[in-house]
């Protein structure tokens, strides 16, 4: 059971490398196209509902309408992917992760919250790096490799997006990969808020 464990773990090793020398050097993407933003939320939490039915962690979904961005679909899907992994791996029993997407003025968050160990302050900071795991011992346990959030870095920055991360001991963690929303989205914002009725005003004699 351990060598097949290991196995596995080395397997994953190798392909996240591999990954990483495909993202080497931040450049953006060529030749990208619209990614639905809430196809790409369901497919992470369905790729992680296994684990997370083994351990009573409840994942749920959410995304506002006609959410798109503009890259490489398998790219973004293993960075979602690899947020939502990290937050049942590093979940308590019985516990709740959601992932949400939304948009927020010409920018898409993609947000994936665990009620986790959480991470302390001054490894913040690390957490990004390659092969760097706050927790050694249960990284080794969950097979973890320490290059899933290295690999969501790159492909934010492939995609002229960023990461923002919030973390508490003993709270939990948020996680939010951030990138710019395609023009379909921004279309779809302006024509909802026009048809939006205009705000009352009073009038004072």
Not at 144 to 159: E, F, M, P, W
Request: charged share 25%.
């Amino acid at each position: 059971g351990r060598m097949k464990r290991e196995g596995a773990r080395l397997t994953r090793l190798v392909q996240q490398i591999i990954e990483l020398s495909r993202l080497q050097g931040d450049a953006l993407v060529e030749d990208p196209y619209e990614v639905d933003v809430a196809g790409l939320v369901v497919a992470a939490a369905e790729r992680n509902a296994v684990d997370a039915e083994a351990r009573a962690i409840t994942v749920t979904t959410r995304c506002d309408d006609e959410l798109y961005v503009l890259g490489d679909g398998e790219q973004l899907l293993q960075a979602v992917n690899n947020l939502v992994e990290n937050a049942v791996a590093y979940s308590e029993d019985g516990t709740h992760v959601t992932v949400e997407a939304t948009a927020s003025g010409e920018e898409i968050r993609i947000t994936v919250r665990d009620q986790g160990v959480g991470i302390p302050e001054p490894e913040l900071e690390r957490i990004f790096e390659r092969f760097y795991r706050v927790d050694p011992a249960r990284a080794r346990s969950t097979g973890g490799t320490g290059l899933g959030l290295s690999i969501v870095k790159h492909v934010a920055a492939s995609h002229a997006g960023y990461v923002e991360v919030w973390s508490e001991p003993g709270e939990g963690s948020s996680f939010s990969l951030v990138l710019p929303a395609a023009a379909r989205t921004r279309e779809h914002d302006e024509s909802r808020a026009r048809l939006q009725p205009a705000p009352t005003q009073e009038v004072r004699p």
